[in-house]
């Protein structure tokens, strides 16, 4: 059964148009969705978008475009909120874009925030964890993290656009990774057709 919430962090890896494109999906398809930005994420949106999320006055239109009342801001160093407790129901969390930082402190139980925290607790209640790093290329501790992730039960979904689907816009590229994230958190998804499916 679904609860209809999904926890959404972002991180300092390049890719801040994922997390844009991921976020206005995932607030159309749950109820809540809870959002954890670290404060590179901040840093790397404005490098990237001219853009960002402003954690002080958060607002969602001005960084997607539209205001989405059901995404909620949380403080990353507040322990005392939901998806900090494992007693929170939910439906899992996307880490997108995923900083190798971020992967590391995960893989190695560094609970110190509430993105590591909350995906510690995603990872001992067997809920989805979705990891979507961006680096390249990866070194042999990057590689064997992101194997401890995955042996702990975690997607490892990197930032791999296809070029398949012949994308014409960067936007369409972009989506060929959100697209797969949103189907890793089981929402039919309508920016890329399934290979060989008619519409
Ligand atoms: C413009 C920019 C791009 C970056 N791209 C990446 C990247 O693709 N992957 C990565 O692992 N780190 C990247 N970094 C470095 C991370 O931001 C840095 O390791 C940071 O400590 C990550 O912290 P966080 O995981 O708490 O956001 C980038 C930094 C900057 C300023």
Same mark, same amino acid.
């Given at each position: 059964?679904?609860?209809?919430?999904?926890?959404? #962090?972002?991180?300092?890896?390049?890719?801040?148009?994922?997390? /844009?494109?991921?976020?206005? /999906?995932? %607030?159309?398809?749950?109820?809540?969705?809870?959002?954890?930005?670290? $404060?590179?994420?901040?840093?790397?949106?404005?490098?990237?978008?001219?853009?960002? &999320?402003?954690?002080?006055?958060?607002?969602?239109?001005?960084?997607?475009?539209?205001?989405?009342?059901?995404?909620?801001?949380?403080?990353?160093?507040? +322990? +005392? $909120?939901? &998806?900090?407790? #494992?007693? +929170?129901?939910?439906? #899992?969390?996307?880490? !997108? &874009?995923?900083?190798?930082?971020?992967?590391?402190?995960?893989?190695?139980?560094?609970?110190?925030?509430?993105?590591?925290?909350? %995906?510690? !607790?995603?990872?001992?209640?067997?809920? =989805?964890?979705?990891?979507? =790093?961006?680096?390249? &290329?990866?070194?042999?501790?990057?590689?064997?993290?992101?194997?401890?992730?995955?042996?702990?039960?975690?997607?490892?979904?990197?930032?791999?656009?296809?070029?398949?689907?012949?994308?014409?816009?960067?936007?369409?590229?972009?989506?060929?990774?959100?697209?797969?994230?949103? /189907?890793?958190?089981?929402?039919? /998804?309508?920016?890329?057709?399934?290979?060989?499916?008619?519409?």
């Amino acid at each position: 059964m679904t609860t209809g919430k999904l926890v959404v #962090g972002v991180t300092g890896a390049s890719g801040a148009v994922y997390a /844009q494109r991921f976020l206005r /999906q995932a %607030a159309r398809a749950f109820e809540d969705v809870y959002l954890i930005l670290s $404060t590179n994420a901040i840093d790397v949106a404005m490098t990237e978008l001219g853009v960002a &999320p402003n954690k002080k006055a958060f607002r969602t239109d001005e960084w997607l475009g539209e205001s989405y009342a059901n995404i909620h801001l949380l403080d990353d160093k507040d +322990f +005392f $909120t939901p &998806p900090a407790s #494992g007693s +929170f129901r939910h439906d #899992g969390m996307v880490i !997108v &874009p995923c900083s190798m930082g971020t992967v590391g402190r995960i893989a190695n139980g560094v609970s110190d925030n509430l993105m590591t925290r909350c %995906a510690d !607790v995603c990872l001992k209640e067997k809920r =989805p964890l979705v990891v979507v =790093p961006r680096e390249m &290329p990866w070194n042999l501790i990057m590689l064997r993290n992101l194997t401890t992730l995955a042996e702990a039960g975690a997607t490892i979904l990197p930032a791999c656009p296809a070029w398949y689907t012949k994308p014409k816009l960067l936007e369409d590229l972009a989506d060929t990774v959100v697209a797969r994230i949103l /189907q890793s958190v089981g929402v039919e /998804q309508k920016l890329q057709a399934q290979w060989m499916v008619e519409d």
